[in-house]
């Protein structure tokens, strides 16, 4: 028969190898990466090159974040909005994934911020821009990587006023959430400064059948034409609107993905063209020129902003883990790391709004020798307004 003081010691002895054999655990555990992106369509490209920026920086520690190994888990949301939902919730459900990440279109990462709030999922937006994002979904447990919207409109519509002294536009998008809000931001900036927006002309996503639009703007003869396009879709529009002949005659401006990584195929057609982004060609820092570096020793092609953006995700979710010594169950450290996060960006450094947006530099860049290049800061730290945001 045990004495009391002999069963005090059992039990001692008993909760401290469960409380060492849960933190052997937690140690091992790998830390589930729900990758939901486009793989195939339009924006197929984009997925890709955020994707390999995220593998970029986890690859550069070794593989862990946090001293936590990453275990990917993929799904091809096709940029379809109606299959979203379900897409997240297999990565959600089905794989039991520690964070979202994604994803490119706006309307389908609406769709996964509905997800990941009903669900309280980490969940981290690499490239969609829906201003909703981080204005009225806003949320804890949500955060972008990237941009809204609005910020490189907006910026542009600045530089087409003030810098550029157009009186009148025409805009042209796709018609969705991030073509209607990119136009809005453009309108803000532009309308601020003197200019007008004449008309606001659209096509659904993904079609490409541009002549009818291009005969109306020849037909308006606005001072310029604001467009927002992206992928296969910015491709083809730049090589109509100078086949169309209107390239010398009505200068064409767009937000930077108007021209990032579509250059080679855009050819000729894009030389000279104006665009705002939050990164650009030629910048001068030590992080840019080792990201590429390192980027085109693994791929042939260079990176873009949307492989930026895909480093930078995981560069946030590894501050989260660090702030909570690797315990992704730990939210509320995981939360509070990344969003006090400096983020020390190949496009320069950054940090998070209230609203978990990137506050950062807005560049004027101009194409040349097949570059997007640097031409000067057009706004610099802008914030996005985040309307209806309540955090
Ligand atoms: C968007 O849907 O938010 C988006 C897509 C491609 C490039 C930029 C924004």
Redesign the pocket.
């Given at each position: 028969m045990k004495s009391r003081f002999q069963r005090t010691l059992l039990q001692f002895a008993v909760t401290c190898l469960a409380a060492s054999a849960g933190s052997f655990a937690h140690a091992q555990d790998k830390v589930k990466v729900g990758l939901m992106l486009p793989f195939t369509g339009t924006?197929a490209a984009?997925g890709t090159a955020i994707e390999n920026g995220f593998r970029l920086y986890v690859d550069e520690q070794g593989g862990k974040l946090a001293g936590r190994e990453i275990e990917f888990f993929k799904v091809d949301d096709e940029s379809d909005p109606a299959k979203a939902p379900e897409n997240a919730n297999r990565l959600v459900k089905r794989d039991a994934v520690d964070v979202l990440v994604g994803t490119?279109?706006?309307?389908v990462?609406m769709g996964m911020a509905k997800v990941a709030k009903d669900s309280d999922t980490l969940l981290i937006v690499p490239?969609?821009?829906?201003d909703a994002i981080t204005g009225p979904l806003c949320a804890p447990n949500i955060f972008r990587s990237s941009f809204s919207?609005w910020q490189p409109a907006y910026a542009m519509g600045v530089v087409a006023a003030d810098r550029q002294k157009h009186k009148t536009a025409v805009t042209v998008t796709w018609k969705?959430?991030?073509g209607d809000e990119s136009v809005r931001g453009f309108k803000e900036g532009f309308e601020s400064k003197g200019g007008k927006v004449l008309r606001e002309l659209n096509v659904p996503f993904p079609n490409v059948e541009f002549q009818a639009l291009l005969t109306e703007i020849a037909s308006l003869k606005p001072d310029a034409v604001y467009v927002f396009f992206?992928?296969g879709g910015a491709v083809k529009f730049v090589r109509d609107y100078a086949a169309a002949g209107l390239k010398n005659t009505i200068p064409l401006y767009g937000?930077g993905?108007l021209t990032d990584g579509t250059l080679e195929a855009q050819g000729e057609a894009a030389n000279g063209l104006l665009t705002t982004l939050h990164y650009a060609d030629g910048l001068d820092n030590a992080k840019d020129k080792a990201f590429r570096a390192a980027y085109s020793a693994k791929h042939t092609i260079q990176p873009d902003v949307y492989a930026v953006q895909g480093y930078d995700a995981a560069q946030l979710l590894a501050a989260g883990l660090q702030a909570a010594n690797g315990d992704i169950k730990n939210r509320d450290a995981v939360v509070k790391g990344m969003a006090s996060a400096q983020i020390m960006s190949p496009r320069g450094e950054f940090s998070m709004s209230k609203a978990h947006n990137p506050v950062q530099d807005f560049y004027l860049r101009e194409v040349k020798n097949g570059q997007n290049q640097l031409v000067n800061v057009a706004i610099e730290n802008l914030e996005d307004p985040a309307r209806g945001c309540r955090m």
């Open positions: 924006y984009l490119v279109h706006s309307g990462a490239n969609a821009g829906a919207n969705y959430a991030a992206a992928g937000p993905f």
